[in-house]
């Protein structure tokens, strides 16, 4: 069962002290520094940009049923619920939708569908749930979510019809302009996931795979649209993927249940399969060492 039970990470627990911050003081910048102000520089005493832990706080397992990477603030007295389910199940079934169109399932090709969940399920209301994240104290929830419930509202804004016209605009310019624009779009989608599914890394199996699934799927899919020919996308790349937006989806609702199920409502629940390098496996590890 996932916890959000506080596990030291000593990597983590340096202290900023005062001559630390003194010297730090005097840096006045990175390309100045060397020799002894270098190494205040790399370490956590001398990058007030790092998390610094104060002496009430522990680094919180990866969890993703709260879609975050590892906390340093306790979620037990927080005046919220959770939003990181919400979020997680507005992405999944969006992402699920234009997956199966993408796939070609039941022959169907036509996105128009998934207008309707982009802008209220997958953009509006995981839009909310990364608000809610960041009042929880959740940056990386609050990033990921609000950035995805983005991606949706932008995406169904170029599906829409009538007002935007902007696969119009370009079908002025003929050739493969809009499929072309179309994969700039998703490449930048694929840069942004890769710098979340690196924030992964040291999380669990079921949160990395989230990241890992989208960030192939935003690969191939811009490909696609760049290697298109006489303005339509290339369809063996659009359906790979599809195929692992699938993946996403399932992933996604999977940590989803994650984090709503406990055992005030559930008779089970899902691992998460934390990774054997996180802080959370090593200290289980030293753990059954001690024993």
Not at 231 to 247: E, R, V
Request: charged share 15%; hydrophobic share 50%; glycine share 10%.
């Amino acid at each position: 069962m996932a916890s959000t039970t506080a596990t030291v990470d000593h990597a983590l627990n340096k202290e900023l002290d005062n001559d630390a911050a003194r010297r730090w003081n005097s840096v006045n910048s990175v390309n100045s520094a060397n020799g002894q102000d270098a190494e205040i520089l790399r370490s956590y005493g001398g990058n007030p940009m790092a998390h610094i832990n104060t002496g009430e706080s522990a680094r919180y397992a990866a969890f993703g049923g709260e879609f975050q990477p590892g906390l340093y603030k306790a979620t037990t007295n927080r005046k919220f619920g959770n939003p990181a389910p919400l979020g997680l199940s507005a992405f999944a079934l969006t992402t699920f939708v234009l997956s199966l169109i993408n796939v070609q399932a039941k022959n169907v090709t036509e996105p128009n569908i998934v207008v309707a969940l982009a802008f209220a399920y997958g953009g509006l209301v995981q839009l909310l749930a990364g608000m809610w994240e960041m009042a929880v104290g959740n940056t990386f929830g609050a990033t990921a979510l609000s950035s995805y419930g983005g991606f949706w509202i932008s995406f169904a804004i170029v599906l829409t019809p009538g007002g935007f016209d902007i696969e119009a605009a370009y079908s002025k310019g003929g050739g493969d302009d809009f499929t072309n624009a179309f994969g700039f779009f998703l490449a930048g989608w694929f840069i942004f996931t890769t710098l979340m599914l690196l924030c992964t890394l040291r999380s669990t199996v079921a949160f990395f795979l989230i990241f890992f699934f989208l960030d192939i799927a935003f690969l191939m899919l811009s490909i696609g649209y760049l290697y298109g020919k006489e303005g339509k996308p290339n369809t063996a790349c659009i359906k790979a993927g599809g195929y692992f937006g699938l993946l996403t989806a399932f992933m996604a609702w999977y940590n989803a249940f994650a984090g709503i199920a406990d055992d005030s409502n559930s008779f089970f629940v899902v691992p998460v399969a934390h990774f054997p390098w996180s802080a959370k496996a090593r200290a289980a590890k030293s753990e059954r060492d001690n024993v």
